[in-house]
T-cell receptor
């Protein structure tokens, strides 16, 4: 049973436009959400996170939105740059199990020049 | 400050052979993790440790053993490798806390079992 779902395996956008990556979760105990970015042949790197007490968190070009009632979060990248081309993983942790993260399967973003 | 390092970077094993993957972190993190990444499967947790001398099973622990004898090191062992264990293995570490603090990942070990 997949608790964190990224239903789009891939996404392609033009440089300068907005990239929107989506993530759905099923476990209502999740209270902290993170996005990781992964380039080929490298380990994932932390990008941005959001606590369940917030509905938005911004860091430069990256914004994460959380809709708890829909159990949905999204990552917005504006403007998209070719260097943003990577696989993006959504992850979540639950109250009382915060030492563990549950990852989605990832979305491969390609930003075309 | 090297962060999280993994040894080796690549390895090819024959079915039935054993090996140990070494993970080291220099951030004084309490928690350490081993994941495997397979095409289309995301990152799946194998085992993890919340402190020196402690280990726990993750989502896919079968066929693997781990040890955390020192706070900075976390070892992943394969006693009898199988082709199904062909994968990329990532180690990660994080500090202890009441929230889902971000995990810092190593560069990965690509293992092929023939």
């Amino acid at each position: 049973d997949q608790q964190v779902k990224q239903n789009s395996p891939s996404l392609s956008v033009q440089e300068g436009r907005i990239s929107i990556l989506n993530c759905d979760y099923t476990n209502s105990m999740f209270d902290y959400f993170l996005w990781y970015k992964k380039y080929p042949a490298e380990g994932p790197t932390f990008l941005i996170s959001i606590s369940s007490i917030k509905d938005k968190n911004e860091d430069g070009r990256f914004t994460v939105f959380l809709n708890k009632s829909a159990k949905h979060l999204s990552l917005h990248i504006v403007p998209s740059q070719p260097g943003d081309s990577a696989v993006y993983f959504c992850a979540a942790s639950a109250r009382g199990g915060s030492e563990k993260l549950v990852f989605g399967k990832g979305t491969k973003l390609t930003v075309n020049p | 400050n090297a962060g999280v390092t993994q040894t080796p970077k690549f390895r090819v094993l024959k079915t039935g052979q054993s090996m140990t993957l070494l993970c080291a972190q220099d951030m004084n993190h309490e928690y350490m993790y081993w994941y495997r990444q397979d095409p289309g499967m995301g990152l799946r947790l194998i085992h993890y440790s919340v402190g020196e001398g402690t280990t726990a099973k993750g989502e896919v622990p079968d066929g693997y053993n781990v040890s955390r004898l020192k706070k900075q090191n976390f070892l992943l062992g394969l006693e009898s490798a199988a082709p199904s264990q062909t994968s990329v293995y990532f180690c990660a570490s994080s500090r202890a806390g009441s929230e889902g603090y971000e995990q810092y990942f190593g560069p990965g070990t690509r293992l092929t079992v023939t």
